[in-house]
């Protein structure tokens, strides 16, 4: 069946990098749509970043020039390498795709960024 997979969350000093993975199953994610969304807590869920089908990328303002989502087609994954994180980064961060017509979520991973 279809599944997402998220890893590589922790917590991390400001100015501090992580790279986050999201393993697909049940499908090709090199020809869907990918994306990484976050919600920090009392807030909406957001999107960060997404890899279109057309190999563009688009990212959130305030990510820009920081994060960077990237696939590995041979590993079916994405990933969202982070750097020069800050505090207000800390969420948990949620990858996403669509496929035959359904959304699908990973579990989470959460992301805490100590000042």
């Known amino acids: 069946q279809v599944q997402l997979v998220e890893s590589g969350g922790g917590l991390v000093q400001a100015g501090g990098s992580l790279r986050l993975s999201c393993v697909a199953s049940?499908?090709?994610?090199?020809?869907?749509?990918a994306n990484w969304f976050r919600q920090a807590p009392g807030k909406q869920r957001e999107l960060v970043a997404a890899?279109?089908?057309?190999?563009?990328?688009t990212y959130a303002d305030s990510v820009k020039g920081r994060f960077a989502i990237s696939r590995d087609a041979v590993k079916n994954t994405v990933y969202l390498q982070m750097n020069s994180l800050k505090p207000e980064d800390t969420a948990v961060y949620y990858c996403?795709?669509?496929?035959?017509?359904?959304?699908?979520w990973g579990q989470g991973t959460q992301v805490t960024v100590s000042s």
């Open positions: 049940g499908f090709t994610f090199s020809i869907r749509p």
């Open positions: 996403n795709t669509d496929y035959l017509f359904r959304a699908y």
């Open positions: 890899a279109n089908t057309d190999g563009t990328t």
